[in-house]
């Protein structure tokens, strides 16, 4: 026998923590914003910024002509994006894990990323322009949704779907497109720099466009994800529970999921794959916050911002030399996959 | 209390694939009664309080709750009514106690609004019935088998329903757990004029606790009626296929089944 705690994360608490990261969230974007080869003070970055929002010129009055440039233009909407970015894999995360009743589950692991890569990176081959600047995000959602029934229906056996079964399909799936990928590089003749550059993962030459498409589709995610919380919640006592609770259990599965595909392929198709940041996040944040989803779902946005946002800023000021983002998240990342792998099993031999 | 009928089922089908569950089932059930579903393992039980709670729909056939066809009840309202305690269930991730309750009292909190007072107070009753309040702030994930179905159980209590199904609801709690439930929900059907539908694989707890009984086989209604009535040595061959003695027991206070080894 062993003594149970009292240990327990009240709303008020959640609250607290709620605050905390957000005034997190707002430090690490001003030092962020600061720091790289060119150093600018955190009083020079909040002028410049306040400058670019109201377009005042008294604000920037007597610092160097370059500084304005180098925050608004070049940096701002690297770390925004990274930011955005980070919230949208994060919100990812919580939902794949809370649907699929499955702590490892992320969009990583499921292999959407990689079926998000694939979407796009067919755009990029034949250089579809009709669509303008969407037809890359489409086709990453196309192929993000493709991927998912397609992991659902491999790991499905008798109308339930096994935890383990699904991030092995995750990974076969993953394997497959990732030959995919490559062959579609190896026909590639003049699109293959682009492909190469754009699937190792990066937000250097990021614009305001960027931002904004990346934005307002994580946003409209967040807001779906905000309002099923409740049902999200009620979803990990089992399809039988949830719906003698007056919850649809396959509605809410069905807009979640595709609302989680969605984010992971505006994501994606920003920037890249970069993985295990929806793994981690929400791991973190449940240990801090609860596993309410009403709480659970801001804490892992604005967590999420924070975590990639400082890795983007160590690979871009820190590092002497800019290494992928996503290769910096796999290194931290993976042997925290194996961690939570490593526990699990081992709670399930002493439960 | 007039013993109306609650449940009016014609003719109802439901099939998975190409296996049919329950077949062409027509049954009435009384309300204010204990009632008791009997019968082989895959004979449509659970399927049956599936489409009961409306967590199934069926392909042929008419379910009526209380005189009205139960598909034109809303979702919020049929919750309200009828609740359902599952035979398995995995939480894996680690919510509270009292969160897990609260989620049970989900159709009397619009979204986005915080638990009442009422709430809290139904929540905090069911947790001492149960005695499960010294847990309240634990994890479900660090809890034993037994404690968890017993949360899970508080949880469709706090739902607070005229109705409540039991689907192999004590399958991993000890006799004395299992006891102290369906004592519970034999003294609300009694006092508080609840409805209990319960499957259950445990012929002499049926015979202790049910006033009525259904027995089930491949997805029909073989027999139902008072359990003195339908609790015969016949009966249960016609429907498990199995020789027993059925008898009076003076210190259970009801009739009991025995059984003996077929081969020495």
Redesign the interface.
């Known amino acids: 026998m062993w003594i149970?705690k009292?240990?327990?994360a009240a709303?008020e608490t959640g609250r607290a923590c709620l605050i905390l990261l957000g005034g997190m969230l707002v430090l690490v974007i001003i030092m962020a914003t600061g720091m790289g080869y060119m150093r600018i003070s955190a009083g020079d970055v909040i002028r410049i910024i306040f400058y670019g929002l109201s377009g005042n010129h008294g604000l920037i009055a007597g610092i160097n002509k370059v500084f304005p440039y180098v925050v608004w233009d070049v940096r701002l909407p690297r770390v925004l994006t990274a930011a955005v970015v980070g919230t949208g894999l994060s919100l990812a995360g919580v939902v794949f894990?809370?649907i699929l009743?499955?702590?490892l589950a992320d969009p990583y692991t499921l292999g959407i990323s990689a079926g998000a890569a694939f979407g796009a990176s067919i755009a990029l081959l034949l250089d579809i322009g009709s669509l303008g600047i969407y037809s890359v995000p489409l086709f990453a959602f196309a192929g993000a949704v493709a991927t998912l029934f397609a992991v659902m229906a491999l790991s499905t056996s008798g109308?339930t779907i096994s935890?383990n079964n699904l991030i092995l399909s995750g990974i076969i799936v993953a394997a497959i497109l990732s030959a995919g990928i490559s062959f579609i590089k190896y026909v590639a003749d003049e699109q293959v720099s682009i492909i190469i550059f754009w699937l190792m993962g990066s937000f250097g030459s990021k614009t305001w466009v960027d931002v904004f498409i990346t934005f307002s589709f994580v946003f409209i995610g967040f807001i779906i994800c905000i309002?099923f919380a409740?049902d999200l919640?009620?979803m990990?006592?089992?399809?039988?529970?949830a719906?003698?609770?007056?919850?649809?259990p396959n509605r809410t599965r069905i807009t979640l999921l595709v609302t989680a595909s969605m984010i992971t392929a505006v994501c994606v198709s920003v920037s890249g794959i970069i993985g295990f940041v929806g793994l981690i996040i929400p791991h973190l944040m449940?240990f801090m916050v609860?596993?309410?989803s009403r709480r659970l779902v801001p804490a892992s946005a604005l967590a999420g911002a924070i975590l990639l946002l400082s890795a983007d800023t160590v690979t871009r000021a820190l590092l002497p030399a800019e290494i992928p983002i996503g290769v910096l998240t796999a290194l931290i990342g993976g042997p925290f996959f194996c961690y939570i792998f490593k526990k699990r099993q081992t709670?399930v031999q002493s439960g | 209390m007039g013993k109306d009928l609650i449940f009016e089922m014609e003719d109802l089908s439901f099939h998975?694939g190409r296996t049919r569950a329950v077949d062409n089932l027509s049954l009435t059930l009384s309300s204010g009664c204990f009632w008791g579903l009997l019968g082989p393992n895959g004979c449509g039980k659970s399927t049956l309080l599936?489409l009961m709670?409306?967590?199934k729909t069926p392909q042929a056939g008419i379910i009526k709750y209380r005189g009205r066809d139960i598909r034109d009840y809303g979702?919020?309202v049929?919750?309200r009514e009828?609740?359902?305690v599952?035979q398995?269930?995995?939480?894996?991730?680690?919510?509270?106690v009292?969160?897990?309750l609260l989620?049970?009292r989900?159709?009397y909190i619009p979204?986005f609004a915080?638990p009442s007072s009422d709430d809290l107070q139904v929540v905090d009753q069911v947790m001492e019935v149960l005695k499960i309040a010294?847990?309240r702030?634990?994890?479900i994930?660090e809890l034993s088998g037994g404690e968890k179905q017993r949360v899970?159980f508080a949880?469709?209590l706090a739902?607070d329903t005229p109705v409540v199904?039991l689907?192999e609801a004590t399958s991993n709690m000890d006799i004395r757990h299992t006891l102290d439930i369906l004592d519970i929900v034999a003294g609300d059907v009694e006092t508080g004029g609840k409805t209990v539908i319960a499957a259950l694989h445990n012929l002499n707890l049926a015979a202790t606790y049910c006033d009525k009984l259904v027995f089930m086989k491949s997805g029909r209604v073989v027999s139902q009626g008072d359990r003195d009535q339908v609790l015969t040595e016949e009966i249960l061959y016609e429907v498990f296929g199995i020789e027993s003695r059925v008898y009076f027991d003076e210190y259970v206070g009801s009739r009991q089944v025995a059984f003996r080894r077929r081969r020495p």
Request: a positive charge; aromatic letters at 10%; one cysteine or more.
């Open positions: 149970r009292e240990k327990r709303p894990q809370g009743l499955n702590p109308g935890s309002f409740r919640n009620i990990s006592l089992g399809d039988r529970s719906s003698s609770l007056g919850i649809n449940r609860g596993s309410d709670a | 998975y599936d709670a409306r967590c979702s919020k049929i919750a009828i609740a359902l599952p398995d269930f995995h939480v894996n991730f680690p919510f509270t009292e969160e897990i989620m049970g989900h159709p979204r915080s010294k847990f702030h634990n994890y994930t899970i949880r469709a739902q199904l689907d």
